[in-house]
């Protein structure tokens, strides 16, 4: 058997469970990377994934020209090996031996052994001729129709650079647990590490690290002295800017970042943190106690947090984070398998749960009291638009501003774009409740 061929062979199902049967990505690599007890196999089956979903229409584009008929739905397995040894040629520029005799060989592990020489004969011209090109930005950037078509709308001047880094790897962003862990006491724990880091002035505690590493493996993980949390999630919790002794509620809590972010500030106060999945839940309680930010002042619960009548005890709050389900299409390059599983039919009933949300969650505030609604979103429907309309049905909250530091103005909010400072893509409004 061909050295790689098992490995291209597990990539191919991988991709046929997220394209062909709806997994997520992230679900996916969970079940399958711990078979693989190689860290060099895990690290080549994750990146084949990666980069066979971001460029998943381009491949398609390429093969629809070179082949004189559609393979047949039963085929998927021999498509997704198709998708994954373009990613090899391509995007991964793996040398000719292994990416095309390997992933040739695979079509026999997967019992397809009659497709063996299509798709060899697939890669091969891959490399001799390169993948034909595409006016249509849809095709040449890899994304479906309608979100090219809302982003055009929405953002015309943005929209070539959301395309490119929609495909760039991202960064991997920790955030330093202060006071407890400040966060040049964790740099010089990493000392020695292959860690190369960069050191945003804003968020404080925020830490970039560029290389493809696990954090797991960094010292100072099974202590709680950072937690992986991008730039950008980070900065929801600095615009809502709880204090010490605040009341505070994280709506939409999982997987639990920004509420252990707060329960670190909120140390006189009151953390309540809701998440209406259990197993959801479960990931903050785990967060919590890693970061050993568990404590009587902190709360979780399973809840819909729109329905307060099941879980609001009455007393009023200092201040609420709307962490809002969305489309997620800020966060593409982390979850490039979002392109694939979002449709443009799914955006109106995520606006009517955001405006829910919306509008069962400021009535609990204090006179006074911050709301901060965020999304990693770039469309308008969920961000500016809908955070427009609910300030004109609502008269008694305001809008409360926001500097540059967190986007570029929008609405009443800021948008920022993937890419920007090295970070995802998100929306944030902070709006307070009249005295």
């Known amino acids: 058997m061909t050295v790689g061929a098992d490995l291209r062979a597990e990539a191919a199902g991988m991709l046929v469970a997220v394209i062909f049967e709806g997994r997520s990505l992230k679900s996916v690599l969970a079940q399958a990377l711990p078979l693989w007890p190689d860290p060099r196999d895990r690290a080549l089956l994750e990146a084949i994934c990666f980069a066979a979903l971001r460029h998943r229409r381009r491949y398609e584009f390429a093969l629809s020209g070179w082949m004189a008929k559609p393979l047949a739905a039963r085929d998927g397995s021999i498509h997704a090996l198709l998708l994954a040894g373009l990613a090899q040629v391509d995007e991964m520029r793996l040398p000719a031996h292994a990416a095309v005799a390997a992933t040739a060989e695979a079509a026999r592990l997967l019992g397809r052994h009659s497709a063996v020489g299509l798709v060899n004969a697939l890669l091969r011209r891959a490399l001799r001729e390169g993948l034909p090109a595409s006016d249509d930005p849809a095709i040449s950037s890899s994304h479906p129709d309608w979100l090219v078509q809302q982003l055009q709308r929405d953002w015309p001047q943005q929209l070539d650079r959301i395309l490119i880094e929609g495909n760039r790897p991202a960064p991997l962003w920790l955030r330093a647990n202060a006071p ?256």
């Open 180 to 435: 407890a862990h400040p966060r040049d006491v964790v740099l010089q724990a990493m000392e020695g590490t292959p860690a190369t880091v960069q050191l945003p002035d804003f968020p404080a505690d925020a830490i970039r690290i560029d290389e493809r590493l696990s954090p797991t493996q960094l010292p100072g993980w099974s202590e709680g002295a950072f937690t992986i949390q991008d730039g950008a999630a980070q900065l929801a919790v600095a615009a809502l800017a709880p204090t010490a002794g605040e009341r505070v509620l994280d709506a939409c809590a999982a997987p639990g970042g920004k509420a252990a972010q707060i329960a670190a500030i909120v140390t006189r106060g009151e953390l309540l943190a809701l998440d209406v999945d259990a197993t959801r839940l479960k990931k903050i309680d785990e967060t919590l106690q890693r970061m050993r930010l568990a404590s009587p002042h902190v709360h979780t619960a399973v809840a819909d947090a729109a329905d307060t009548q099941t879980w609001w005890d009455g007393k009023p709050f200092d201040a609420i984070l709307i962490d809002a389900p969305c489309s997620a299409t800020g966060i593409i390059r982390r979850q490039p398998d979002i392109k694939w599983h979002r449709r443009s039919e799914d955006i109106p009933a995520l606006v009517t749960q955001q405006s829910r949300l919306l509008d069962a969650l400021w009535p609990l505030l204090a006179p006074g009291g911050r709301l901060l609604y965020a999304t990693c979103s770039l469309l308008k429907d969920e961000n500016e638009r809908q955070i427009d309309g609910f300030l004109a049905r609502t008269p008694d909250m305001r809008a409360m501003p926001l500097d540059a530091r967190y986007g570029i103005a929008s609405g009443a909010g800021r948008q920022r774009f993937p890419g920007d400072d090295g970070m995802d893509g998100f929306f944030y409004a902070l709006m307070a409740r009249k005295v």
